[in-house]
């Protein structure tokens, strides 16, 4: 009995609407919680559950946030989930004890065509009439008491964004919860449908519930089976036979009667919407042109439109480079000051050089690009929230379209540019299934914010700090050049398997314009603290562990090559000093002949010039150390497949060691430069300068622009992603697909990569 | 130009006119019509994206796009001067 009891006090309540009315922001308004909103539709693709703040303590209130839907006909994977949860079709979701319609105010007409088809569904529904302020702003005055009259359901005004209405809304759902359980309403339709419509509803609604099945209002259930194709599904399989065969003659006899089953439901509804909009909206203000359209006339100008659109493109990645600079160094010092006051703390020896080499070398080197990472993701969070995502679809429809995708395409792949994670889950909202699959497959093409510090430190380790044509930063260029090159890549291997593996239609894009929103403070603020947190739990996490396991690797098996070296050291002291040292004494010589000799500006004498000696030595006697390493031994295994894109075993290394997360290569680059070099040192802001300072067994530079670009190139197309992986898995159900995505990636990573180094040799770049 | 008027491609920026037909696949209709746009909608004709793909058309208060493939085979007729008094 208790636990009965127990039970039934907690409920569940949905948000629905269409895209981008606000109900993610109501969500989080009523929850306390983050999800991410932004000013275009398809945001949210999946469903998210939240407890209500505020209720009494013997009731559990649960919110849940649906992707938006223009109706109960979805066109693809996030619309059907709405239909599937106020259907009662998903299994883990109890019966919903109220429905909240968000209904955008300023666009009230078609909100009102998927509410009214809500209500109808029969359950206790509450209205929150979001936006008011943009209403408002069109001129436009709604007359809450008459809506709520017309639907027979009560309206909430609000204006999510500024919390306005939250109250109200929690308050009615609160109370719409505490009444007595009310079993699913047969209410009638709002629809004014031709008389020979009425017995052909009546009867299915009959046999709907003769059968049992009914979990929404029969009458609303029977409208849907009769008009949608895809509702009533094929024969015996959503519904019995008897329902499937009565709809069959049913639609025949209204197609007989001179009616059209497919639309006079969708015309009836909107007539009775066009009255509701007579009646309650007065326009007090004729507003030609918004602020909105103003705007437009610019951003989507024939001419304009286009250069501010890569005008934006180009500011984001110049600024990337520029204005993170400051805070960049600043972090690289304070990591620098750190590890010198660990190092002069800590007795030398195996503890110190795993935390300085290994932990804050190698995490250090990733925590100092947070600030780019940051930025960039400020211009994606800008982006999404005034609502130019929509405009950037706009323009680039076409050109996507040459390669048989469509502009709702463009919005997972720049997702993508901060992560492709969230760009894959982003396909959802595309129809066609086929070019879901396609926009999976090159999402990964888009440069994702792991790759900033690889394309960063390559950058400033091989390109030079040059200003080309009076302004922009060569190093800039080649940032935003890598992006291009990715992007350009995405799009023609979008081509080839649209041509080949993925055939098939574009289906029709129809996208809305949302009005541009004003983004506030708090959101984007919570968009880059959350950012921040993945960030640094990566950090954390899987960089931290594996740059640990990463030392051992370099530092174990200790090879003994000491005495070796110091042969040679012996011989190289005795024969200009002209003393007879003895090996066992080495170590106490070397430090005395440091303590003792003093460098005076430009004077070589005979001591610094053997100091100088005695450290390239050293130098060598780490390298052959770290080569016979197991990291080493391991680096040296791949190098045969690497070389002939002019990387070396170390760079190898890097690029195992990041085969799960990206960013990993900088880190492990830094771990590897500073257990090699002397790790009193190593600070973190040269390591573009250890980068400088590796040679080539011939005594060349490793690191030239032509290198780094092959590397580049490399870390464009290979799919080092565990989390990528993981999803495209999850996305496709396909095995298949998601390994072959992998190797395909890869294949593209080393033949490019190649291709730059050779075609690059050949023609004198080295 | 068809019996039913003419294509919405042919119009102009800025042009008012009212759907007069839409010869598409039934599919394709139903969509449009769930969003508003049903024979005897007004709709505006904003103007053609940058790459002269597609257009953006305003209708029911609210900005749509839709291809240009799809756009030549909607028809419109020039609309019924509301009286507004
Ligand atoms: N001016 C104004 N903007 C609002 C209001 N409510 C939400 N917004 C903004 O509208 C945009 C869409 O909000 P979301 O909450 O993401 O909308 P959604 O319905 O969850 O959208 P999807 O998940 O894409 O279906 C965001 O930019 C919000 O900041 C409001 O009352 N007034
Ligand atoms: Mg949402």
Redesign the interface.
């Given at each position: 009995m208790e636990e009965g009891k127990a039970l039934t006090n907690i409920f569940y309540v949905a948000l629905t609407g269409n895209p981008n009315c606000g109900k993610t922001t109501v969500f989080n308004a009523l929850t306390g919680l983050h999800a991410k909103v932004g000013n275009y539709p398809g945001v949210t693709v999946e469903r998210k559950e939240g407890k209500l703040k505020g209720t009494p303590p013997d009731k559990q209130i649960i919110i849940l946030d649906l992707p938006g839907t223009?109706?109960f006909?979805p066109?693809s994977l996030d619309e059907q989930v709405a239909r599937d949860v106020l259907f009662n079709r998903i299994k883990d979701i109890p019966r919903l004890s109220a429905v909240v319609v968000i209904v955008d105010a300023?666009?009230?007409?078609?909100n009102l065509?998927y509410a009214t088809e809500v209500i109808e569904l029969g359950y206790p529904v509450i209205i929150g009439l979001n936006m008011m302020d943009v209403a408002a702003e069109?001129g436009e005055i709604v007359n809450i008491e008459k809506l709520s009259r017309h639907l027979n359901v009560p309206v909430i005004p609000m204006v999510a964004s500024k919390k306005e209405g939250i109250t109200a809304l929690r308050q009615a759902v609160i109370e719409q919860v505490s009444r007595p359980a009310k079993l699913i309403g047969v209410i009638p339709l709002f629809l004014n449908l031709p008389d020979y419509y009425k017995p052909e509803i009546e009867n299915i609604a009959k046999l709907l519930r003769e059968c049992g099945n009914a979990q929404v209002n029969p009458y609303s259930e029977a409208i849907l089976t009769i008009s949608d194709e895809k509702a009533l599904g094929e024969r015996g399989k959503n519904y019995p036979e008897a329902i499937y065969d009565a709809v069959h003659e049913a639609r025949k006899r209204i197609e007989s009667a001179g009616g059209d089953w497919?639309?006079d439901i969708?015309?009836a509804r909107?007539e009775f919407i066009s009255d509701i909009n007579t009646d309650c909206v007065t326009q007090i203000l004729n507003v030609q042109e918004t602020f909105s359209d103003k705007l437009?006339r610019v951003l989507?100008?024939?001419?304009f439109?286009?250069i501010i659109f890569f005008l934006i493109m180009l500011l984001m990645f110049q600024s990337i480079f520029r204005l993170a600079k400051l805070p960049m160094d600043l972090i690289a010092s304070g990591i620098g000051s750190v590890n010198s006051y660990v190092v002069e703390n800590m007795p030398p020896g195996a503890l110190t050089s795993l935390i300085t080499d290994g932990v804050i070398a190698g995490v250090g080197a990733v925590i100092v690009f947070l600030p780019q990472i940051l930025l960039l993701f400020l211009f994606l969070s800008l982006l999404e929230d005034t609502g130019y995502m929509s405009r950037a679809a706009?323009?680039m429809?076409?050109?996507m379209?040459k390669v048989g995708l469509?502009?709702k395409s463009f919005i997972p792949l720049l997702s993508s540019f901060a992560c492709a994670v969230p760009g894959i889950m982003a396909t959802r909202t595309i129809e066609s299934n086929k070019d879901r699959l396609v926009t999976i497959l090159i999402a990964p093409l888009m440069s994702c914010s792991a790759r900033l510090p690889v394309y960063a430190v390559l950058i400033s380790a091989c390109i030079p700090d040059i200003k080309v044509f009076g302004f922009f930063k060569l190093q800039g260029l080649t940032l935003m050049g890598a992006y291009l090159f990715g992007i350009i890549l995405a799009l023609v291997m979008a081509l080839i398997f649209k041509k080949t593996i993925l055939k098939g239609e574009i289906p029709?894009?129809?996208?809305?314009?949302?009005p541009y929103k004003r983004p506030t403070l708090w959101t984007i603020f919570r968009h880059l603290w959350d950012r921040f947190v993945i960030f640094m739990r990566q950090a954390g996490t899987i960089i931290l562990g594996v740059n640990i396991i990463l030392w051992f690797l370099m530092s174990y098996p200790k090879a003994n090559v000491e005495t070796r070296f110091n042969e040679s050291r012996v011989e190289i002291i005795n024969s200009t000093l002209g003393v007879s040292l003895t090996a066992d004494k080495i170590n106490d010589f070397i430090e005395q002949l440091k303590q003792n000799t003093k460098f005076t500006n430009g004077v070589e004498t005979a001591e610094t010039k053997l100091l100088s000696e005695l450290k390239s030595i050293d130098k060598e006697e780490m390298s052959e150390w770290l080569s016979n390493s197991f990291a080493g031994r391991l680096g040296r295994t791949i190098e045969p497949i690497i070389k002939p894109l002019g990387f070396d075993w170390k760079i190898g290394i890097g690029i195992l060691a990041s085969f799960a997360s990206r960013e990993t290569f900088v880190s492990t680059m830094a771990v590897i430069y500073s257990v090699e070099s002397d790790a009193q040192e190593g600070s973190l802001s040269t390591l573009a300068n250890a980068f400088k300072e590796q040679k080539r067994s011939d005594g060349t530079k490793l690191f030239t622009p032509l290198t780094g670009l092959s590397l580049i190139v490399f870390y464009i197309c290979a799919l080092q992603c565990a989390a990528t992986i993981v999803v495209v898995g999850r996305e496709t159900r396909s095995w298949k697909w998601t390994t072959f995505q992998w190797i395909y990636l890869g294949i593209l990573a080393w033949t490019l990569s190649f291709l730059v180094w050779n075609v690059g040799r050949c023609l004198g770049y080295n | 130009m068809t019996a039913t008027g003419q294509s919405l491609m042919q119009m102009a920026n800025g042009t008012k006119c009212m759907i007069a037909a839409i010869d598409?696949s039934?599919e394709?209709?139903?969509?449009?019509?769930?969003?508003?746009l049903?024979v005897g909608?007004t709709i505006e004709v904003?103007?053609?994206?940058?790459?002269?793909?597609?257009v953006?058309i305003k209708v029911?208060?609210?900005?749509?796009?839709?291809?240009r493939s799809?756009a030549e085979r909607i028809f419109v007729v020039p609309p019924i001067v509301e009286n507004k008094g």
């Open positions: 223009y109706s006909s066109k300023a666009n009230l007409q078609r065509y069109n497919k639309t969708i015309g909107y437009d989507t100008h024939r001419i439109g286009l706009f323009i429809d076409r050109l379209s469509h502009g029709m894009l129809l996208m809305e314009l949302p | 598409l039934s394709s209709r139903e969509r449009l019509f769930e969003l508003g049903l909608t904003v103007r053609y994206a940058p790459l002269g793909d597609p953006e029911r208060g609210y900005r749509l796009m839709i291809p799809e």
